[in-house]
């Protein structure tokens, strides 16, 4: 974030929980203790500034800040993982009773339901009139200095990632309730987590994964062969609308 402008350590963090929460999580203390880390390691300058009767830190980035983003940007990134309560439930499920494994997994699919509902709804100002998505179309960001929307501050120069995170997150969060309530329903039918009938279904399940994933998926056809698409024709040509417009259409959110 230091790389996008300057912050004090509470809008840095706030901005944080907000914007990254869906794909990566942090308490407020982790952040704070990062955002140090960051000044001892040479990354960025912190300042204090007057605010009222108190101080407070503003943070910036250092050139060898930006060095230490450019060369992180060049590496692999490591496997994804998840921490889904729901799913350690469900691997746990057969030492529980069907009512405790079913209130789980609608837990789950009503959580991932509502984290899914606030990026739509993140989309949805996005796309409004006057919103980021009509600055971008005109121009506006990058060096105008701070610009709000509905009271928040806005980055439209950067509306091309932030849609492909929600888009990309959006559907992750739309297979996890899916599928949660899927299973719900599903282990509504078992006499017990333990009940032998379950075998059936089973083998059902297993032959269905391995026929699904027999073809691998083409690669003009999957959502993260797009994105890197996009971003590579952008990093060609920063002008590129089509390319901008590729990332930004998954606003649309289906």
């Not at 990632?161 to 888009?167: M, N, P, R, S």
């Not at 690669?219 to 417009?245: F, H, M, Q, T, Y």
Request: include cysteine; charge should be negative.
């Amino acid at each position: 974030m230091l790389a996008v402008r300057s912050w004090t350590g509470y809008e840095m963090t706030t901005q944080l929980q907000r914007s990254l929460r869906f794909v990566w999580p942090s308490s407020a203390g982790h952040l704070y203790r990062e955002q140090k880390k960051l000044v001892d390691l040479g990354w960025a300058t912190v300042v204090d500034e007057p605010s009222g009767a108190r101080t407070r830190k503003r943070y910036s980035i250092t050139a060898e800040g930006e060095q230490a983003l450019r060369v992180w940007l060049t590496t692999e990134p490591q496997e994804p993982h998840f921490e889904i309560e729901g799913m350690l439930r469900l691997f746990h499920g057969d030492h529980g009773t069907v009512e405790d494994l079913v209130a789980a997994m609608e837990s789950t699919a009503t959580s991932a339901t509502a984290m899914r509902d606030e990026l739509v709804g993140y989309a949805q100002e996005y796309v409004e009139e006057g919103g980021p998505l009509s600055m971008l179309e005109q121009g506006v960001g990058g060096s105008e200095g701070r610009i709000e929307f509905r009271g928040r501050e806005m980055f439209p120069e950067r509306l091309h990632v932030i849609a492909l995170v929600i888009d990309g997150t959006t559907r992750m969060l739309d297979t996890l309730a899916s599928f949660a309530a899927e299973t719900s329903t599903e282990a509504r039918s078992w006499g017990s987590t333990t009940d032998p009938s379950i075998a059936a279904s089973t083998r059902e399940r297993l032959e269905s994964i391995r026929v699904r994933y027999e073809t691998p998926c083409p690669a003009a056809g999957c959502w993260l062969a797009r994105c890197a698409e996009s971003l590579i024709r952008l990093a060609n040509d920063p002008r590129d609308v089509d390319a901008a417009d590729s990332g930004t259409r998954g606003l649309s959110l289906r």
